[in-house]
């Protein structure tokens, strides 16, 4: 055999056979994609991304999920059902401040969760029963059906909200700066302007640390509940 028939026998071996793409388990795939939204966040998610991860294509995916939020929403289901439901009170206003609190303390744990629903209308079925529950006593507090829903979207604003700021503070204060942050930034020099700033910016921290979820939900219920059965 000549020199040049070995070199071409050996470059053959190299070469990968070409075929179709191993098949990919849809389980495997969901916990990668998850894996990577908890651990670099939702904007480092693609489809080619988990596709690499998973030694397959991107377009192989495509045949288990229509786009990268379906494949989120797969991240999502079942987050909620892993946290047991609380033992909840039968009176519906007390009862629904619970279901408030609750939603607060079970995303709060999965603060990765918050960028998943800030892309808007994606969730975990299993967290329904959630909104469910907010409908229904909202409704047997007296408030319309509209009321009712509207309730339920200044709650979860609250919620999230709420969530996202004490995320942004937790990541302050890993990272420490020079630079002078609200409300250090307010001097005496703003007094003619921010007169009540200026007053309170020497206690804002030791005020706003005096802050509980559960207290202000309440706040917020009593006040929708009067506004929404006032005739």
Known sequence: MSGSEKTQKTEQKKKKPVGRPRRLDPDVMVATARRIVEEEGVAALSMRRVAKELGSTPMALYHYVQDKDELLMLTLSGTAAA????????????????VAVHMHD??????????????????????????????????????????????????????????????????????????????????????????RLTEVKDHWREYAADYEVAAELDAIVEGLISRGTRT
């Open 83 to 98: 946290f047991p439901r609380p033992e909840l009170p039968e009176d519906p206003r007390e009862r629904l401040v619970a």
């Open 106 to 195: 079970i995303i709060g744990e999965i603060p990765w969760v918050l960028d998943i629903l800030a892309l808007g209308e994606l969730t975990d079925r299993h967290a329904l029963w959630m909104v469910e529950e907010i409908i229904d006593c909202a409704l047997a507090c007296g408030l319309s059906p509209a009321r009712s829903v509207r309730a339920y979207r200044t709650i979860w604003s609250y919620v999230y909200g709420d969530l996202v700021f004490r995320r942004a503070a937790a990541r302050r204060a890993e990272q420490p700066s020079r630079r002078e942050f609200f409300p250090e930034m307010i001097t005496e020099k703003d007094t003619a302007e921010l007169p």
